[in-house]
C-alpha cells in the first residue's frame, strides 16, 4: 500500500482530521484547507504533532513554541526572498 503524497488540496483529510485538537481548530476558520496546509508544513518544519506543539504551551513562562514559529517564519520568509 503506498503513501498518498500530503498536498495543499489534501492536507485536511489526509492528515489535519487525524487531530481532534486541529478539526476543533480548524472549526473556527474560514480558510480551513490553507490554515491546515500552513500548520502541516510547520509541524514537518518543526518535527513535533500539533498534539506535541500544544504540550510545549503547558508551561506559560516557556517560550519554546513561540521561538519555533519565529524560526519557522524566519526560513519560510528566506526560502520564499531566495526563490523570487
Do not use: H
Request: hydrophobic fraction near 40%; charge should be positive; include cysteine.
Amino acid at each position: 500500500m503506498s503513501e498518498k503524497k500530503i498536498k495543499r488540496s489534501n492536507v485536511t483529510p489526509l492528515w489535519a482530521n487525524n487531530y481532534p485538537e486541529v478539526t476543533r481548530w480548524l472549526g473556527r476558520l474560514q480558510k480551513k484547507d490553507i490554515s491546515a496546509w500552513f500548520l502541516w508544513r510547520f509541524c514537518m518544519w518543526a518535527k513535533k504533532t500539533p498534539t506535541e506543539l500544544l504540550a510545549l504551551k503547558d508551561n506559560p513562562s516557556d517560550r519554546t513554541a513561540e521561538k519555533l514559529l519565529d524560526d519557522f517564519v524566519n526560513a519560510e520568509t528566506l526560502r520564499v526572498y531566495k526563490s523570487s
